[in-house]
T-cell receptor, first 116, second 116 residues
Framework: AQSVTQLGSHVSVSEGALVLLRCNYS??????LFWYVQYPNQGLQLLLK??????LVKGINGFEAEFKKSETSFHLTKPSAHMSDAAEYFC??????????????FGTGTQLKVEL | DTGVSQNPRHKITKRGQNVTFRCDPI?????LYWYRQTLGQGPEFLTY????????KSRLLSDRFSAERPKGSFSTLEIQRTEQGDSAMYLC??????????????FGEGSRLTVL
């Protein structure tokens, strides 16, 4: 079974500082990888995804993530944090070959706090 | 099309009562998913439909839970004889799935259940 581990349930950064949210996956073959953001009392919104091709993926709101097969990682970064980035972020995986539709398996999430 | 719609957004009920949640997916999407999210956790898969067929159910979906998608459009999730442990956010998502679809799920804002 596939799984994801998000290191750090809470991350705090200063406005303008680098954001780094960590995600490691466990899978016998590289899966498809996703990052979602969730604002309070709202559903999840897709930030970016890796399927095939370029390992550095750019998403919305200035976020990007790099797929590193050797490290089984898919860390999310943003060069300069903004107050509006404060939210909960979820890493998710989906196997490439599956009979389970597009079912995603999520990590436990990282709450990002941005301070002045 | 305004995206995935869920109703009600909030439901408070007493233990032992039945509750039903409704999800209206994006109109052209053939796949519909239900997830459950508890505080401090990522969304956990419950079940998914392709058109009107329920193709997979998680072990989390006890006998008290039933989901339907009778005409391949909207879906309902019913919880019978609710327990306090059922308190959670119930998320619905939809996607257009094919054999090679890479699985972008669009989520609704969720239905929050509180069982007293």
């Amino acid at each position: 079974a596939q799984s994801v581990t998000q290191l750090g349930s809470h991350v705090s950064v200063s406005e303008g500082a680098l954001v780094l949210l960590r995600c490691n996956y466990s899978s016998s073959v590289p899966p498809y990888l996703f990052w979602y953001v969730q604002y309070p009392n709202q559903g999840l919104q897709l930030l970016l995804k890796y399927t095939t091709g370029a390992t550095l993926v750019k998403g919305i709101n200035g976020f990007e993530a790099e797929f590193k097969k050797s490290e089984t990682s898919f860390h999310l970064t943003k060069p300069s944090a903004h107050m509006s980035d404060a939210a909960e972020y979820f890493c998710a995986v989906r196997p490439i070959l599956t009979g389970g539709g597009n079912k995603l398996t999520f990590g436990t999430g990282t709450q990002l706090k941005v301070e002045l | 099309d305004t995206g995935v719609s869920q109703n009600p957004r909030h439901k408070i009920t007493k233990r032992g009562q039945n509750v039903t949640f409704r999800c209206d997916p994006i109109s052209e999407h053939n796949r519909l998913y239900w997830y459950r999210q508890t505080l401090g956790q990522g969304p956990e898969f419950l079940t998914y439909f392709q058109n009107e067929a329920q193709l997979e159910k998680s072990r989390l979906l006890s006998d008290r839970f039933s989901a339907e998608r009778p005409k391949g459009s909207f879906s309902t999730l019913e919880i019978q004889r609710t327990e306090q442990g059922d308190s959670a956010m119930y998320l619905c998502a939809s996607s257009f799935g094919t054999e090679v679809n890479t699985g972008e799920l669009f989520f609704g804002e969720g239905s929050r259940l509180t069982v007293l």
